[in-house]
């Protein structure tokens, strides 16, 4: 729980807003992280490439995630983060942050316990991709994202869309575009999803929950 001062410390932070689009970086691998930043609006991904260029994307930040807590105790990036969609975010100074952390536990516990759900949430993805068959990775990952975004508190049903495109999404499951496709001609037929061109919707939210072999623990989730 925080106290009011250290609401205080964290509004005095040294910060920029802007706005980032679709597929641009936010993070690329390699280089010196000098800040922190903090999603207002919008979405963005994590990814990682192969020498051969083979795009895994590893994490989904919505507004109130932070993108790369780590950024500020690594001396280089060891991934890309790109925007999913037009974003808004807060850049904070790395060095800002790493003196606040500091000079206040109560914040340092919070921003640590955001960085342990994002690798509970990771430990999910690697169980996702390794044991699950196409038709629940797929449905996991919709269930996932539209909780989340209803939990964030974002205006939304669990019929708002997942902004991503067949290949993107396959580049999440470990899924060739054509298998994704596949995937959701499927749930759509099963009257799990509703698909309007590049638009994916859950219309049987208990349907496809208990389809895709979905619990929310791992999430962590409170309102916030």
């Known amino acids: 729980m925080l106290d009011p001062d250290d609401h205080v410390a964290i509004r005095r ?19 010196k992280p000098v800040r922190c930043s903090f999603i207002l ?11 051969t260029g083979a795009r895994q994307i590893v994490s ?25 969609t037009r974003a808004q975010v807060v850049d904070i100074d790395a060095g800002a942050l ?12 919070a921003l640590w316990r ?6 509970s949430i990771l430990r999910e993805w690697i169980v996702n991709i390794g044991r699950r068959d196409a038709h629940t990775r797929v449905g996991h990952l919709l269930c996932e994202f539209s909780l989340r975004r209803e939990v964030a508190g974002i205006p939304s049903t669990r019929a ?46 208990a349907g496809l929950r208990d389809a895709s072999d979905f619990n929310p623990r791992y999430l962590h989730l409170t309102p916030r």
């Open 60 to 84: 989904l930040q919505i507004p109130g995630d932070f993108v790369d807590l780590q950024n500020p105790w690594f001396e280089e990036a060891d991934h890309n983060v790109q925007a999913l």
């Open 160 to 205: 708002d869309h997942l902004p991503m495109t067949q290949e993107q999404l396959g580049d999440t499951v470990g899924l060739t575009p054509v298998h994704v496709n596949r995937v959701l001609k499927a749930l759509a037929q099963r009257g799990l999803i509703e698909r309007d061109r590049r638009q994916i919707r859950i219309v049987d939210w």
């Open 41 to 51: 609006g919008g979405f963005t991904y994590a990814q990682r490439l192969t020498s």
């Open 114 to 119: 955001m960085s342990l759900i994002g690798s």
């Open 98 to 109: 790493r003196t606040l952390v500091a000079d206040r536990p109560a914040v340092a516990a």
């Open 13 to 31: 932070l040294i910060f920029t807003q802007r706005q980032v689009e679709p597929s641009a970086y936010l993070v690329r691998e390699g280089e």
